[in-house]
């Protein structure tokens, strides 16, 4: 889930287990949503996305599921893998302004992947 | 290859300067965005602009400012006036939506970390 202060929720998983990371967001408005991975030093990368009129999203290794009704968005990675290790924005776009990509980020969580 | 250049890298600078951060694109994208990210925390607006020769306040502008003359370029300037402004400063870009063809993808540069001295 979201991090409160500046301590990132973390995530430790064994290498070819599968992650779930959680996100809750706070506009019932959001018509779109992204997930981003974030290398240390890196500009964030995208995942997946979806639209608000859907509720699973598959793509390689990983599935982004929306529950619109707890406002409650995840990412499943399958058979993680080391590189996998990162930190994952999810990110939403409120519906009625511009489609210009103008996001609003969580806070992200921290996926460290043990070999 | 396509894509979105930052520079430089790595800034530093001493209290009471102005720093001017470049960020360009080749993505032919008509939209571009300054995110600020601190420690543990997630991204937030400083400035986006959505078409050349306009732009916008974010969520966090005071102490910024920024140009949109080209297409291609959306530089940044922290000003003495930003009073905390050590920080990984991130630049992106978007397409227009166009029909049914709307995605609020963000194509991210490598950022920036500023450190003032």
């Known amino acids: 889930g979201e991090s409160v202060g500046l301590h990132l929720p973390t995530l430790s998983v064994q290498e070819g287990d599968n992650s779930i990371i959680n996100c809750a967001y706070s506009?019932?408005?959001?018509?779109?949503f992204i997930w981003y991975k974030q290398e240390s030093g890196k500009g964030p990368q995208f995942i997946i996305d979806i639209r608000s009129n859907m509720d699973k999203r598959q793509g390689q290794r990983v599935t982004v599921l929306l529950n619109k009704t707890v406002k409650h968005l995840s990412l499943q990675i399958a058979a993680t893998q080391p590189g996998d290790s990162a930190v994952y924005f999810c990110a939403e776009r409120s519906a009625g302004g511009t489609s210009y990509g103008k996001l609003t980020f969580g806070q992200g969580t921290i996926l460290t992947v043990h070999p | 290859d396509g894509g979105i250049t930052q520079s430089p890298k790595y800034l530093f600078r001493k209290e009471g300067q102005n720093v001017t951060l470049s960020c360009e694109q080749n993505l032919n994208h008509d939209a571009m965005y300054w995110y600020r990210q601190d420690p543990g925390q997630g991204l937030r607006l400083i400035y986006y602009s959505q078409i050349v020769n306009d732009f916008q306040k974010g969520d966090i502008a005071e102490g910024y400012s920024v140009s949109r003359e080209k297409k291609e370029s959306f530089p940044l300037t922290v000003t003495s006036a930003q009073k905390n402004p050590t920080a990984f400063y991130l630049c992106?870009?978007?397409?227009?939506?166009?029909?049914?063809?709307?995605?609020?993808?963000?194509?991210f540069g490598e950022g920036s970390r500023l450190t003032v001295l």
């Open positions: 992106a870009s978007s397409r227009r939506s166009t029909g049914d063809v709307d995605t609020g993808e963000l194509f």
């Open positions: 506009n019932s408005a959001s018509d779109y």
